[in-house]
């Protein structure tokens, strides 16, 4: 698998992932699922809160919503892969959202994550807010994008140049997307975010290891206990080689797909462990 690496003037472009970066977490493959809705089209028609417990309450617009409210492919589809592939489901996944991903490898781990943020601002149409830094520094804004600037590298120096006309259009935008999935990942990304604790969490709130290579996957959905007050959630993620976004199953507890918050000081995903210090938020 490939993966973004650093060359001259810090920027980011390919890596080999081991199987050393893997977990050995345990797995617990007769877990038993919690109930879904199989005609439920979002995160939050397909996957009811556990018995006990309700969902958070999230304002009408907020981003907690948009991912609450992300689409789903029908039950039993398969991840696609960027080329066409498909990503067999070996207890890693519970749901495919159903967003485009482009035909490059470069939708992989930070950059679901990323985009998620970046279509909510433009679907907000709150442009001035999507922006994201290169693995070297340089601060890619969508702002300048949009009204006609490109990015232009050389060597080791990354500069604005305007050599297209204005655009908002969606096409422009992805195209804006792709220079900064090609550019950024987990170790620009996780310079950007701010720690978390864990008993803070909110939607939208990321679990990222930055390096070369890193892993990201970012909360989807919560709900807490209607007696007890303790909170359960959601992830998803996407990986390498690039493909579409997954929501993870939990193949370590009896709630799958949910994560129990008091989870201690490691959080086990299907493909990656993380530790409870690797929170952080926008």
Not at 236 to 246: F, L, N, T
Request: glycine share 8%; proline share 4%; aromatic share 12%.
């Amino acid at each position: 698998m490939v993966r973004k690496v650093v060359i001259a003037g810090g920027l980011v472009i390919g890596l080999g992932l081991g199987a050393s970066q893997l977990h050995d977490a345990p797995r617990e493959n007769n877990a038993i699922s919690q109930t879904r809705q199989a005609s439920g089209k979002t995160i939050e028609d397909r996957f009811p809160a556990p018995k006990g417990f309700e969902r958070t309450t999230e304002t009408a617009g907020s981003f907690g919503k948009y991912l609450r409210s992300l689409p789903l492919k029908p039950v039993g589809s398969l991840v696609t892969y960027f080329d066409g592939g498909k990503k067999a489901n070996n207890n890693v996944y519970d749901a495919v959202v159903d967003l485009s991903i482009g035909k490059r490898d470069l939708h992989q781990c930070a950059d679901a994550v990323m985009r998620l943020r970046a279509d909510y601002f433009y679907q907000q149409k709150a442009y001035s807010d999507i922006h994201f830094n290169f693995t070297n520094g340089f601060n890619a804004t969508y702002s300048r994008w949009r009204m006609g600037e490109r990015i232009a590298i050389k060597g080791n120096k990354t500069n604005w140049v305007s050599t297209a006309k204005a655009s908002d259009s969606y096409d422009t935008y992805w195209k804006y997307l792709e220079t900064v999935f090609m550019y950024a990942g987990t170790a620009s990304l996780s310079k950007e975010l701010k720690p978390i604790k864990v008993a803070d969490m909110k939607i939208g709130d990321v679990f990222i290891k930055g390096g070369f290579p890193g892993h990201a996957v970012i909360v989807v959905d919560m709900a807490v206990s209607k007696d007890t007050h303790k909170k359960v959630f959601l992830l998803a993620q996407s990986y390498m080689p690039a493909q579409e976004i997954q929501v993870l199953k939990n193949n370590n507890a009896g709630i799958s797909p949910w994560y129990e918050l008091d989870f201690g000081s490691t959080l086990y995903t299907p493909e990656w462990t993380f530790d409870a210090s690797e929170l952080k938020r926008f």
